[in-house]
């Protein structure tokens, strides 16, 4: 059974940072483009951050850019999110995803 486990969510206050972690396990994505996505309160799921399969090459929404950074060792079958000077419209659950599977979210509670 493939799954992606997110973890390292929490609640914070504004200008702290967090790492989320994705674990898989059941298979190896080392040859996949991973992704980070978020869903805020009352809002539409939105992209966050994707890396390529050696890690060399990734983007990010503009929303995130300069605070936010992925990465991954695909030695782990794991993928990260580094985020730093959170604010509070970074408030959401944030979903690993990859190769058409996608996990169960870990919350982001951002306070002023």
């Known amino acids: 059974q493939v799954q992606l486990v997110e973890s390292g969510g929490g609640l914070v206050q504004a200008g702290t940072s967090l790492r989320l972690s994705c674990a898989a396990s059941?298979?190896?994505?080392?040859?996949?483009?991973m992704n980070w996505f978020r869903r805020a309160p009352g809002k539409e799921r939105e992209f966050v951050a994707a890396?390529?399969?050696?890690?060399?090459?990734?983007n990010y929404a503009d929303s995130v850019k300069g605070r936010f950074t992925i990465s991954r060792d695909n030695t782990k079958n794991t993928v990260y999110l580094q985020m730093n000077s959170l604010k509070p419209d970074d408030t959401a659950v944030y979903y690993c995803?990859?190769?058409?599977?996608w996990g169960q979210g870990t919350q982001v509670t951002v306070s002023s």
């Open positions: 890396i390529s399969w050696s890690g060399g090459i990734s």
């Open positions: 059941g298979r190896t994505f080392g040859s996949d483009t």
């Open positions: 995803a990859g190769a058409g599977y």
